[in-house]
């Protein structure tokens, strides 16, 4: 059973429109969430994180919004840039020995001109 | 780039014989991970040390055994390589180090496994 799921497998955006990619998730003991982003043949690296003591959390054109009753968060990239093709995974960890990060299945974002 | 190094990058292999994947790092961290990824399933974890011949068990471990006889390398094995165990294998290392929540993970660039 996913404790992480990303429910859209691809989402494609106009460039320079904004892009919402989702992430709900069923473990109440998370406390940390991230947003990892990978290129092909590339490892994940990261982009953003939020503790749960926030709501939201802002860098540049990256903003992660976390909604702790729904259990839900998300990724908000404004302006949306080709650059930004990739595929987007969420993560999260809590309270467990060793920081072991559960990710959810990847969301495939193509941006396009 | 976080001083971590994945060898091979890319392996093809028959059903039955043993594989062993590497992963090196310049960081001198006690934790590392070996994560594979699948469509569909995101990353999930295989194995995971915290120290030199300390490692423990994760989500995905049946069929994968580990090492750890240095801090700067961390061995993953398939004993007897299956065509489920076909997947992009990946290493990573945690940024602080402490083992705890709100620590985020670098990764290694992966290593492509074929198994047929």
């Known amino acids: 059973d996913q404790q992480v799921k990303q429910n859209s497998p691809s989402l494609s955006v106009q460039e320079g429109r904004i892009s919402i990619l989702n992430c709900d998730y069923t473990?109440?003991?998370?406390?940390?969430f991230l947003w990892y982003k990978k290129y092909p043949a590339e490892g994940p690296t990261f982009l953003i994180s939020?503790?749960?003591?926030?709501d939201k959390n802002e860098d540049g054109r990256f903003t992660v919004f976390l909604n702790k009753s729904a259990k839900h968060l998300s990724l908000h990239i404004v302006p949306s840039q080709p650059g930004d093709s990739a595929v987007y995974f969420c993560?999260?960890?809590?309270?467990?020995?060793?920081?072991?990060?559960?990710f959810g299945g990847g969301t495939r974002l193509m941006v396009k001109p | 780039d976080a001083g971590i190094t994945q060898s091979p990058r890319h392996k093809v292999t028959e059903t039955g014989t043993p594989v062993t994947l590497r992963c090196h790092q310049t960081?001198?961290?006690?934790?590392m991970y070996w994560y594979r990824q699948d469509p569909g399933h995101g990353l999930r974890l295989i194995h995971y040390?915290?120290?030199?011949?300390?490692?423990d068990k994760g989500e995905v471990s049946d069929g994968y055994s580990v090492s750890r006889s240095k801090t700067e390398d961390f061995l993953l094995t398939l004993e007897s390589a299956t065509s489920s165990q076909t997947s992009v294998y990946f290493c990573?290392?945690?940024?602080?180090?402490?083992?705890?929540?709100?620590?985020?993970?670098?990764f290694g660039s992966g290593t492509q496994l074929s198994v047929l």
């Open positions: 990573a290392i945690s940024e602080k180090d402490r083992g705890l929540s709100n620590e985020k993970l670098f």
């Open positions: 473990n109440s003991m998370f406390d940390y």
């Open positions: 939020i503790s749960s003591i926030k």
């Open positions: 993560a999260a960890s809590g309270n467990n020995a060793g920081n072991m990060l559960t």
């Open positions: 960081e001198n961290h006690r934790y």
């Open positions: 040390s915290y120290g030199v011949k300390d490692t």
